[in-house]
C-alpha cells in the first residue's frame, strides 16, 4: 500500500509564492519520477513538471520560469515552489508517482 500525502495549497494573491509538499509512503522501494499535476474546473488534468531520481526535470510551458520542482529521495518527498502566480494557475494540484495519485491539494489565485 503506497500513500500520497500532499500539503501546502491554499489562496494567494497574483503575484504571491506556495510551495506544495507531497511525501510518498508505505511500500516504495524507489521511485523513479515523480510528478505534479493540475486540473482547473472544466479542463483535463495537466502536467505541470516531473522530476527523475537523478534529478533531471521537465516543465509545462505555462510555468516555465516560475516553478520549480525538487525532491528529496531520502524523504521519498516532492516538493513544487510556485513563484509569481497568476489566476490561471487555479486549480486542484495533485502529485503522482507511478501508479499512485495524491488526493489533491487546491490552490486559487485571486486577481
Known amino acids: 500500500q503506497v500513500q500520497l500525502v500532499e500539503s501546502g495549497g491554499g489562496l494567494v494573491q497574483a503575484g504571491g509564492s506556495l510551495r506544495l509538499s507531497c511525501a510518498a509512503s508505505g511500500s516504495i522501494f524507489s521511485i523513479s519520477v515523480m510528478g505534479w499535476y493540475r486540473q482547473a474546473p472544466g479542463k483535463q488534468r495537466e502536467l505541470v513538471a516531473a522530476?527523475?531520481?537523478?534529478?533531471?526535470?521537465n516543465y509545462a510551458d505555462s510555468v516555465k520560469g516560475r516553478f520549480t520542482i525538487s525532491r528529496d529521495n531520502a524523504k521519498n518527498t516532492v516538493y513544487l515552489q510556485m513563484n509569481s502566480l497568476k489566476p490561471e494557475d487555479t486549480a486542484v494540484y495533485y502529485c503522482?508517482?507511478?501508479?499512485?495519485w495524491g488526493q489533491g491539494t487546491q490552490v486559487t489565485v485571486s486577481s
Open positions: 503522482e508517482i507511478p501508479n499512485y
Open positions: 522530476i527523475t531520481r537523478g534529478g533531471s526535470t
